[in-house]
């Protein structure tokens, strides 16, 4: 069974940065795709970012790209979203997910963590 647990949601200010992380609970060699959802209240979730084939593609949601990065550490089995240039409308919960099959959906997820983004 694999363990994820974020961290980094919070407040921030428009045009602010924020950065998530999700610690896998086992060695994330071998986990070939790795993203990061978000649900808004009222709408459906929706794939930010992920990397797949090990992190050789990336992939991000038109609205954030050019703003969000994601990334990975192997070393610390631990994958990133850096947000930047903050927009109300990233408010929702972040979900992190990975899976051992590079098609969605992941097979493990973690609980979520809130970012709010005020105007």
């Known amino acids: 069974q694999v363990q994820l647990v974020e961290s980094g949601g919070g407040l921030a200010q428009a045009g602010g940065s924020l950065r998530l992380s999700c610690a896998v609970s086992?060695?994330?060699?071998?986990?070939?795709?790795m993203g990061w959802y978000r649900q808004a209240p009222g709408k459906q979730r929706e794939l930010v970012a992920s990397l797949t084939s090990g992190g050789v593609w990336v992939n991000y949601l038109d609205s954030v790209k050019g703003r969000f990065t994601i990334s990975r550490d192997n070393a610390k089995n631990t994958v990133y979203l850096q947000m930047n240039s903050l927009k109300p409308e990233d408010t929702a919960v972040y979900y992190c997910?990975?899976?051992?099959?590079?098609?969605?959906?992941?097979?493990?997820w973690g609980q979520g963590t809130q970012v709010t983004v005020s105007s």
């Open positions: 997910a990975v899976g051992y099959y590079n098609d969605p959906p992941p097979q493990y």
């Open positions: 086992r060695t994330i060699f071998g986990i070939n795709f």
